[in-house]
């Protein structure tokens, strides 16, 4: 009477294991990717809006058909660029630059320049002016702004409303306020915050929110999602052939 030993098939755990482990790591990077990209959506969706910039009056700084992106939320201090829209200016959406908030005394001469509360503000980023601008000196009611365009020879703002508040807005007209542009390419970018007004002292403009790490989170995270899913079609692709191969 013969025996047979049994024989245990042979597994091949190693590779198995190799691609449950490869399988782990794909997963872990496509889900850590999908956070990123809709973390930073999500971000940019809830707290930035753009806007088209309708005349030159913000030149240099922002020229006329730029598309801008504005954070929504929060006030406005001195130098802030907003986006406003107040029914005794019309019924446009503007965009111009806080230069005093409630409290403050504002004047302004022939040349565009201004003093707040008695202090010459250097501002460089104007364009110069080439006519003759209005004359004005006024005390900002509280909680209201007085808003001019960087173009001060070619800027219907505040000094053009004089008549109504002063020339001011409530402070609740703004809308958001402008912290990049998108549009044209060529000039897109940051906007960097002034310090014209710092010496001031409080509210003065505000630092940049969240659009930059919140842009790069999502562009990283749509990265890593292709890039992992790319992997895992090459890895299953490439054990395919071997085992035809084989």
């Known amino acids: 009477m013969s025996s047979v030993a049994e024989q245990t098939p042979r597994t091949e755990a190693g590779p198995a294991r190799h691609r449950s482990v490869g399988s782990i790591v794909q997963g872990v990077v496509i889900a850590l990717g999908f956070?990123?990209?809709?973390?930073?959506?999500?971000?940019?969706?809830l707290q930035y809006r753009p806007y088209r910039i309708p005349t030159a009056s913000m030149s240099p700084t922002l020229k006329a058909g730029d598309?801008?992106?504005?954070?929504?939320?929060?006030s406005a201090g001195r130098?802030?660029?907003?986006?406003?829209q107040d029914p005794d200016w019309g019924s446009s959406t503007l965009v111009k630059r806080v230069v005093a908030v409630g409290g403050?005394?504002?004047?302004?001469?022939l040349d565009g320049r201004i003093a707040v509360n008695g202090h010459?503000?250097?501002?460089?980023?104007?364009?110069?002016?080439a006519m003759n601008t209005t004359e004005f000196s006024i005390t900002v009611p509280e909680g209201r702004l007085f808003l001019l365009g960087d173009f001060r020879g070619n800027s219907l703002d505040s000094r053009s409303h004089l008549d109504v508040a002063f020339g001011s807005v409530p402070a609740s007209a703004v809308k958001a306020k402008v912290e990049a542009v998108i549009q044209p390419l060529s000039q897109a970018g940051l906007k960097q915050?002034?310090?014209?007004f710092d010496e001031l002292g409080a509210p003065g403009a505000h630092h940049p929110g969240p659009l930059v790490p919140a842009a790069w989170a999502a562009a990283v995270g749509a990265v890593l999602i292709v890039v992992?899913?790319?992997?895992?079609?090459?890895?299953?692709?490439?054990?395919?052939?071997?085992?035809?191969?084989?």
Do not use: H
């Open 67 to 74: 598309t801008v992106l504005a954070r929504t939320g929060g």
């Open 120 to 129: 010459q503000v250097p501002e460089p980023y104007l364009t110069p002016v």
């Open 104 to 109: 403050d005394t504002v004047s302004g001469g």
């Open 35 to 45: 956070v990123m990209l809709v973390g930073g959506f999500g971000t940019l969706a």
């Open 193 to 196: 915050r002034t310090t014209a």
């Open 228 to 246: 992992a899913s790319a992997v895992g079609w090459v890895v299953s692709l490439a054990g395919r052939l071997r085992r035809r191969k084989a």
């Open 79 to 84: 130098g802030d660029i907003v986006v406003f």
